[in-house]
Nanobody, 118 residues
């Protein structure tokens, strides 16, 4: 069982930056693929970025060059550095985890709100 707790959301002006953190319980965090998803009002949840246990990353085209996912296995934490934020990045951001590189994400955090507005 993995428990995920996100932090770092908030209100930021367009062009600003935020860093989200997700702290995971469990001693085998290093074996999990970790990801950030987001869901805006009236829209489906979408994958923002993911990082495998080996450190391979991928991200949505809409955030490439602006968002960076990283992990610190010693701290059981995954991060999402978000730069050059746009109003369309406004959403609830969820941390998620799964064993291996394929299949559904089995574990989810409670979400943290990110609002980009002037």
């Amino acid at each position: 069982q993995v428990q995920l707790v996100e932090s770092g959301g908030g209100l930021v002006q367009p062009g600003g930056s935020l860093r989200l953190s997700c702290a995971a319980s469990g001693s085998i965090f290093r074996l999990y693929t970790m990801a950030w998803h987001r869901q805006a009002p009236g829209k489906q949840r979408e994958l923002v970025a993911a990082i495998s246990s080996g450190g391979t990353t991928n991200s949505a085209d809409s955030v490439k060059g602006r968002f960076t996912i990283s992990r610190d296995n010693a701290k059981n934490t995954v991060y999402l550095q978000m730069n050059s934020l746009k109003p369309e990045d406004t959403a609830v951001y969820y941390c998620s985890a799964r064993r291996g590189v394929i299949g559904p994400y089995n574990y989810w955090g409670q979400g943290t709100q990110v609002t980009v507005s002037s």
